[in-house]
């Protein structure tokens, strides 16, 4: 299929403002920006903080971010499938009460199996610890559910802001040095908490109208596309977050440190990818012509990924080496794999999202799970015989394969 390029800049300017590329390109920045200001909330706790609470702190926002996986139910894809002609209040009200309740629950049960699940962060033990994590908890969910409901509504300006305002952790991380790892952990929720204040201001002037009930009838409509999506979701989310707690338990805490760092980075490429498979997503479930969106979302994949990829490669040793002198050496090879898989991890997410658009759970499930598999297995594997250079290996085959497959 043949894609007309823009002629001249008022064409450019007119193609920018269709929903794919406005809501790719809002969704980019918003994950740019949070990349951004998370590579410079690590570095000023990289210098501010002993390199143990560095890693302590990152074992504790991954398991928070993996607990916000586990209780989102598949409910961020059913607010974008089922958002477009039904009503809005219902839906985002449901999925905001059932996801922070079971986020607090599964919170709950987390800090009450610390010795088995993760015994390095004992420091949750503390009960004035356990009510941070768990409040931090909650305001993540929340404010992440609502940033899915504005991307839903072709909204992602207000995204935009969401993410804008979390970068204020920078400030809150300096004041708390005395605090250690919980110091960094409190400075992330801070920030949660004033994005949540923000995105409700948003909400209010959105066509969203919260209310204080569950919709049953969205619950039954949305109950298999959400399961599906659920345990998909799990499959290619979950082996990000467990990776930094199984780095900190295989190798320690200042690997795991240099490991995620490393990844904080990397990141930002998958973000590219990712952000334009969603508004992908988004489009098809407004109705779009499927066959032209895709290919419009693989150019502009490979038009902005291209040079991120090779800036990252070529600059990688000099970003790091802002942060310490020991992340540049230890972290570098483990970015540059990570920069090279993006490529592939795109190609699964434009694949993922055409799936979601076709309705076709069951085969958005097998890939996702061979891929967890893949990664945390080899990770595992890799890990005993390269260290943490191991988990940069085990991105790249296991996408690559997917990859294949799904080619």
């Known amino acids: 299929m043949n894609i007309n390029l823009p002629k001249n800049r008022s064409e450019l300017l007119q193609r920018l403002q269709e929903p794919l590329f406005k809501n790719s390109f809002c969704i980019m920045l918003s994950s740019i920006s949070s990349a951004g200001f998370g590579f410079i909330f690590w570095m000023i706790s990289a210098k501010l903080y002993p390199k143990e609470d560095v890693g302590i702190a990152t074992a504790l926002i991954s398991s928070m971010l993996l607990l916000i996986l586990l209780s989102r139910?598949?409910?961020?894809?059913s607010i974008i499938r089922f958002i477009p002609g039904n009503n809005k209040n219902n839906i985002f009200s449901t999925s905001v009460i059932i996801?922070?309740?079971f986020a607090v629950f599964f919170g709950a049960i987390f800090i009450l199996g610390i010795d088995i699940f993760s015994p390095e962060l004992k420091i949750l033990k503390s009960p004035l610890n356990t009510i941070i994590f768990l409040g931090v908890l909650a305001a993540s969910s929340v404010t992440s559910i609502t940033g899915t409901s504005f991307v839903a509504i072709r909204k992602a300006e207000y995204f935009l802001i969401q993410t804008f305002t979390s970068g204020s952790r920078i400030l809150f991380v300096i004041p708390l040095t005395a605090l250690g790892a919980i110091g960094i952990f409190g400075a992330v929720g801070a920030s949660f908490l004033l994005a949540l204040f923000i995105a409700i201001i948003h909400i209010t002037k959105s066509d969203i109208k919260p209310t204080l009930g569950v919709d049953n009838k969205f619950l039954n409509e949305a109950l298999h596309f959400s399961a599906g999506n659920y345990f998909a979701g799990l499959f290619m989310t979950a082996p990000s977050m467990i990776l930094p707690?199984?780095?900190?338990?295989v190798v320690g805490a200042e690997q795991s440190a240099c490991y995620y760092i490393s990844y904080a980075i990397a990141v930002v490429l998958f973000m590219i990818p990712n952000a334009i498979?969603?508004?992908?997503?988004?489009e098809g479930c407004h109705g779009e012509a499927l066959k032209k969106t895709i290919m419009k979302s693989l150019?502009?994949?490979?038009?902005?990924?291209?040079?991120?990829?090779?800036?990252?490669?070529?600059?990688?040793?000099?970003?790091?080496?802002?942060?310490?002198a020991d992340y540049a050496t230890e972290g570098l090879t483990v970015l540059?794999?990570?920069?090279?898989?993006?490529f592939f991890v795109g190609l699964n997410s434009m694949y993922v999202s055409i799936k979601r658009i076709q309705n076709d759970i069951n085969e958005i499930i097998w890939i996702s799970a061979l891929n967890a598999v893949m990664l945390l297995g080899l990770a595992y594997i890799f890990m005993q015989l390269y260290g943490i250079v191991g988990v940069g290996y085990a991105w790249i085959v296991s996408y690559t394969i997917a990859a294949i497959i799904i080619g």
């Not at 038009?303 to 942060?323: R, Y």
């Not at 540059?336 to 993006?342: D, E, L, N, P, V």
């Open 336 to 342: 540059r794999i990570m920069a090279i898989s993006s």
């Open 245 to 249: 707690i199984m780095v900190l338990n």
């Open 277 to 282: 498979s969603m508004s992908l997503f988004v």
């Open 99 to 101: 996801t922070t309740i």
């Open 299 to 324: 150019l502009l994949i490979l038009i902005v990924l291209t040079p991120a990829v090779i800036l990252l490669c070529m600059g990688g040793h000099w970003i790091l080496g802002f942060i310490g």
């Open 73 to 77: 139910f598949g409910m961020d894809s």
